[in-house]
């Protein structure tokens, strides 16, 4: 087996090299000499060439366009001694483009970036099939972008940055199945951003800034502006939102600056023919991006965005509009890492369909909105590092499908919950908020004591027991006179009486009642004493009534006061 293996591999040697030196001599001569001549003829149109770079092309005939400066042949088989590359970077080269570089036909790499080329861009690239690198950036070039590149199916890199190219980026580009990167800014170049962009898989960089685009006029019926992991810069295009088809819009980690056009609200609600509008606008991202201005109302009136809305680390300031609430359908909203300030709209509850809800890193102030109790289907909130304040809604703690639950650095106060999700640890951050207490020991938060509270809710709080304290204090008085007035009721009561019928009365009351026996009060004087009227309170009621005043020295008298 092994051997068979071997001798397989060395019946494969022997063919490559036969088949390179079985070439014939005057063939391999006839297409060197190609190269030699169509390279003559892009010498013969540098005007300037300050450093003497290509005083080495040409003059000697029997040495080889391989040994010229900037060339690289190939090595092997058909390659073998034909041009590959040709660099001629930054020589400051004055001059035009010679057709005749079509003519090279194994180049793959021609790089003449950095020089004074002006002209136009030869339609003869076009018959460079193994192309796979071109970069023309900072020259003068003028004219369109040749459609022939396009038959230039290997390439992966095109620059054309820094140019005077005008004119539109011809469709027929779609066709470049590999291109990774497509470097058009500032050129003069006009017409649509061409929806085939989108097409393009293997596109990781595309910089279109600095140029004449318009959007207005792209395909209505195209579906998907996908921008995402490129380096677009400039502004987002003014007529964004005549794409009305558009389901997708893609503009994540860009360069894009300057505000949302305000165009945007038209993708929902512009007087557009419903069957145009069939695929809504399901999902909007623009994270990473250098967006800056209000985080305006018309981005919150595309009420079909279904799945997200991401616009986290970008510069949107100004206050979050109560329309946000049109997104009835939206899963995940996040805006973490801008400016925006405010308080959250209690309109943010008719985000009926929210899962995920991240601010995290603005400057929004004010309570949790009570609202967020509707919300049933939330699963991660984040608000930290903000400027929230006041005391944590005890209903987060009742939220069913809440998993995850970030307060840390805000300004809230006051008592953590004890259910629910503040039951899991891992599950909830509150570090950096100075006025916390309770919550599980795990959290380690100070117990809450009249020492930590300091929010108007605890003032409530202290204000309420205060009055409980001073109510209680008051019924015991109450109570406790109530308690004293029976008792001495009942004291006297318990006092022997001479019957059930009569009170015993002390002397001195009896004094006061009759003012001392004040002649006034003398009603009438009889044979065993004296009668005078007297007012006295018995039961709380003043009575009148009549003191007789015995004169025991007189015979019969005790008799008598036996007998009244
Ligand atoms: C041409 O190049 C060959 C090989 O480098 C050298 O021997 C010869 O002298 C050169 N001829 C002239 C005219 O420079
Ligand atoms: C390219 O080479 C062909 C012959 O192979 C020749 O006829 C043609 O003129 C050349 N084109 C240029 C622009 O030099
Ligand atoms: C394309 O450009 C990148 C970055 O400049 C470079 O690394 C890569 O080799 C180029 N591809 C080709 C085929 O030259
Ligand atoms: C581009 O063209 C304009 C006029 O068409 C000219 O003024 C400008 O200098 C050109 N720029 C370059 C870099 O050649
Ligand atoms: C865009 O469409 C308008 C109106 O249909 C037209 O006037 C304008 O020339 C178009 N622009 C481009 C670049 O095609
Ligand atoms: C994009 O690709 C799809 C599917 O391959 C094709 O139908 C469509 O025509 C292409 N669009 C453009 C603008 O090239
Ligand atoms: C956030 O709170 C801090 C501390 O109270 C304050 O200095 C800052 O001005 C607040 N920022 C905003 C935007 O309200
Ligand atoms: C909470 O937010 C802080 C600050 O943004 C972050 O460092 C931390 O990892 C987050 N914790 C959880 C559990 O999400
Ligand atoms: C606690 O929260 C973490 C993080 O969300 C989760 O993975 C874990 O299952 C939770 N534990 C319990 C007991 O719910």
């Excluded at 921008?227 to 894009?256: K, Q």
Aim: a positive charge.
């Amino acid at each position: 087996m092994a051997d068979k293996g071997n001798s397989f591999l060395l019946m494969l040697l022997f063919l490559v090299t036969t088949v390179s030196i079985d070439q014939p001599t005057s063939t391999a001569d006839a297409d060197t000499h190609t190269d030699r001549l169509a390279l003559m003829s892009f010498k013969s149109l540098i005007r300037r060439d300050p450093s003497s770079a290509l005083a080495s092309w040409g003059g000697n005939q029997s040495v080889s366009p391989c040994q010229w400066h900037g060339m690289t042949c190939g090595a092997w088989g058909r390659r073998r001694g034909r041009v590959v590359a040709l660099d001629l970077s930054n020589l400051d080269l004055l001059g035009t483009m010679s057709p005749s570089i079509g003519n090279v036909t194994y180049l793959r790499r021609l790089q003449l970036p950095m020089n004074r080329l002006g002209g136009t861009i030869p339609s003869e690239l076009g018959r460079l099939l193994q192309l796979r690198h071109v970069n023309l950036c900072y020259n003068a070039l003028k004219g369109g972008i040749p459609a022939s590149l396009s038959d230039c199916k290997q390439l992966e890199n095109i620059s054309l940055a820094i140019n005077n190219l005008s004119g539109a980026i011809p469709a027929a580009m779609g066709a470049l199945s590999e291109i990774k990167n497509l470097q058009m800014r500032g050129n003069q170049l006009t017409g649509s951003i061409p929806s085939f962009l989108g097409n393009l898989s293997s596109l990781t960089i595309l910089n279109l800034g600095t140029n004449r685009f318009e959007v207005a006029n792209l395909s209505r019926n195209m579906e998907a502006f996908h921008m995402g992991n490129n380096m677009i810069s400039g502004r987002v295009p003014e007529g964004i939102g005549n794409l009305v088809s558009l389901s997708f819009l893609l503009m994540r980690i860009n360069s894009f600056e300057g505000s949302i056009p305000a165009s945007l609200g038209r993708l929902q609600s512009g007087p557009v023919p419903s069957t145009l509008r069939s695929c809504p606008l399901e999902l909007f991202e623009a994270q990473h991006n250098m967006l800056d201005g209000l985080i305006t109302k018309e981005l919150f009136l595309i009420s079909s965005l279904s799945n997200f809305m991401y616009f986290q680390n970008n510069l949107f300031s100004g206050s979050l509009p109560s329309q946000i609430g049109n997104l009835k359908n939206i899963a995940d909203i996040d805006f973490s890492g801008n400016k925006i300030s405010g308080e959250i709209p209690a309109s943010i509850g008719n985000c009926q369909s929210l899962q995920y809800l991240k601010l995290e890193g603005n400057f929004l102030q004010g309570m949790i909105p009570a609202s967020i109790e509707q919300l049933k289907g939330l699963e991660v909130l984040d608000f930290s590092h903000n400027n929230f304040s006041r005391d944590i809604p005890q209903f987060l703690g009742n939220m069913k499908g809440l998993s995850r639950l970030n307060l840390s650095f805000n300004y809230f106060e006051g008592e953590v919950p004890k259910d629910g999700i503040f039951l899991n640890v891992s599950a909830v951050a509150i570090q950096g908020n100075h006025g916390l207490c309770g919550g599980i020991s795990e959290l380690k938060l100070p117990l809450c004591s009249k020492h930590t509270t300091k929010s108007g809710s605890w003032k409530l709080i202290t204000i309420t027991i205060s009055c409980a304290v001073l109510f209680l204090t008051i019924l015991l008085a109450l109570y406790a006179f109530w308690h004293n007035r029976n008792k001495s009721q009942r004291a006297k009561t318990d006092l022997p009486l001479i019957n059930n019928l009569h009170l015993r009365v002390a002397y001195v009351e009896l004094v006061h009642a009759t003012n001392d026996f004040a002649s006034e009060n003398l009603i009438g004087v009889g044979s065993f004493g004296s009668v005078y009227k007297g007012n006295i309170m018995i039961d709380g009621q003043q009575v009148v009534i009549a003191v007789k005043v015995l004169n025991l020295h007189q015979r019969g008298a005790f008799q008598s006061f036996v007998a009244e």
